[in-house]
């Protein structure tokens, strides 16, 4: 299939409105449009549409239990796609609609099975961007949309991104740039009492709760469950792991510790209470021993089936140094970034504006060291000696051997700064960049920092996690 490329200027969209008629055209004949929203770009298809919905999942290998949001440009397309929606559910849509928010909420009778993964639940979002919401408008119909990546890797957050990963596997791709949030909604079941967040995102614990007192948060760590209601009084910022058994949703009771939770839940619970209270994290790694426990426990399906997957995945390993204070998590990132490369691999580190400083040094040395090695390699391989590499930079490579001195030669140590460790935003928009950047560069293994999960924080670390799970 040839993937078109349409080029719409988000601010101007009145003049693109021809660009977006044409890829309605061809949503409404049942094709898939990846198309740009304010969190990630998004795979679109005529969400009444059995047929054109399974293209999505045959597009991005998702695995079929695995529902789709369905993407709304106006209220009343709601009944489309849910009935019986409760009070609780449109305070929070006139407070967050058109916006990162997604509502799990009793199905309409027409959303075809698929859509759902066959629940008589569904979930639905009005997006913010405006190229989204012409999309949607144009197409007369809701748009089932998951991320516009292969299942399993980063969200995209830039056309070249879908680009990548979907071309001649869809018809059209909108670029309209850089999504602003550039990580994906908070999901929200409204339909339990109290409401549940499923996947946390820019729609953060705080800002539901001044609507859903009660609301808790039973994500995919696991017993991990937040519940704002209990904080409500205390420090900020307290968190508590239940006491669950680790199957379903259900929050248990929590148990406190000193002004904060912990839990005995197991594995999980406990290495995510350790991520709040600021412990050592490290031991959350691809390839750390506990990840088999952090696995099984993902795999026990809680109530938002997605979350079961290890997602926004990059190809390399991937591991987050915690420590108590930034000081320590550099300490922590620097020596596994020796011993990594001690093992001949090449590191990507992910550094904050606190800490980028830190790491300089390691890029100096290691990647002369890497250039070393690379020398060697080729001299294994081909026995070019460096009278030839001297040769190379003036220009008389003996044509027999270019090729060999073409090789990828070991990048070393290299260094992304993913922002201000004070400013989740901006580290959450940089994230999914950073990865799949790390990936283009031939990284084997990517360190990230811990960041305080306040705000989006939260969501952030939740992405991690995720990733760091093989
Ligand atoms: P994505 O489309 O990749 O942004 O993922 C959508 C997320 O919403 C996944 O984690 C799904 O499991 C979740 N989701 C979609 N529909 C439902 C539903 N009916 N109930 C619970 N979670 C849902
Ligand atoms: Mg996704």
Not at 357 to 383: C, I, P, W
Request: aromatic share 4%; charged share 25%.
């Amino acid at each position: 299939m040839k993937t078109e490329i349409l080029k719409v200027d988000p601010l101007n969209i009145a003049l693109e409105r021809s660009k977006l008629r044409y890829a309605a055209d061809v949503i409404r004949g049942g094709g898939l449009v990846a198309f740009p929203t304010e969190t990630v770009y998004g795979l679109g298809a005529d969400a009444l549409n059995p047929k054109a919905v399974e293209k999505i999942f045959k597009a991005k290998g998702r695995p079929a239990d695995n529902p789709l949001i369905s993407h709304i440009a106006d209220i009343s397309s709601l009944p489309l796609i849910a009935v019986e929606v409760p009070e609780k559910a449109a305070v929070i849509m006139r407070r967050f609609w058109p916006g990162p928010l997604t509502l799990v909420l009793k199905k309409a009778p027409g959303v075809p099975g698929i859509v759902t993964a066959g629940l008589d639940t569904a979930a639905v979002r009005m997006p913010s961007h405006p190229a989204a919401l012409a999309l949607i408008e144009e197409s007369g119909t809701p748009l089932a949309a998951p991320s516009a990546n292969t299942s399993g890797k980063p969200s995209p957050t830039s056309a070249e991104h879908v680009i990548a990963d979907l071309s001649g596997k869809v018809d059209i791709i909108i670029d309209s740039g850089i999504p602003a949030i550039g990580i994906e909604s908070t999901v929200v079941d409204v339909t339990s009492d109290p409401p549940v967040i499923l996947r946390p995102g820019w729609v953060d614990i705080q800002m539901l709760a001044e609507y859903l007192p009660g609301i808790i948060y039973s994500g995919d760590r696991g017993r991990f469950c937040v519940s704002l209601q209990e904080e409500q009084g205390q420090d900020r910022g307290r968190f508590c792991v239940s006491k669950g058994t680790g199957e379903g949703g259900s929050s248990g009771h929590t148990e406190h510790h000193g002004g904060r939770c912990a839990g005995n839940g197991g594995g999980v619970g406990e290495d995510a209470s350790s991520v709040r209270m600021g412990n050592d994290l490290s031991a959350i790694s691809s390839s750390s021993s506990s990840n088999d426990e952090i696995k099984e426990k993902l795999i026990q399906s809680p109530k938002s089936p997605g979350m079961k997957y290890r997602h926004y995945a990059p190809e390399a390993l991937f591991e987050i140094a915690g420590g108590r204070d930034e000081r320590e998590i550099a300490g922590k990132i620097r020596e596994l970034c020796r011993a990594y490369f001690a093992q001949g691999m090449n590191v990507g580190i992910l550094s904050t504006v606190q800490t980028d400083s830190e790491y300089a040094d390691l890029v100096r040395k290691f990647t002369k060291r890497a250039n070393h090695r690379a020398d060697q390699k080729t001299d294994n391989m081909g026995g070019l000696k460096s009278d030839h590499r001297t040769d190379h930079t003036a220009g008389h490579v003996p044509d027999n051997i270019e090729t060999k001195i073409k090789t990828p030669a070991p990048g070393g140590v290299e260094v992304i700064c993913l922002g201000d460790r004070k400013e989740a935003a901006g580290i959450a928009a940089s994230l999914y960049y950073a990865l799949r950047e790390m990936d283009r560069r031939g990284a084997d293994v990517i360190l990230a920092e811990q960041i305080p999960e306040d705000g989006i924080g939260f969501a952030v670390m939740n992405r991690m996690m995720k990733a760091a799970v093989k």
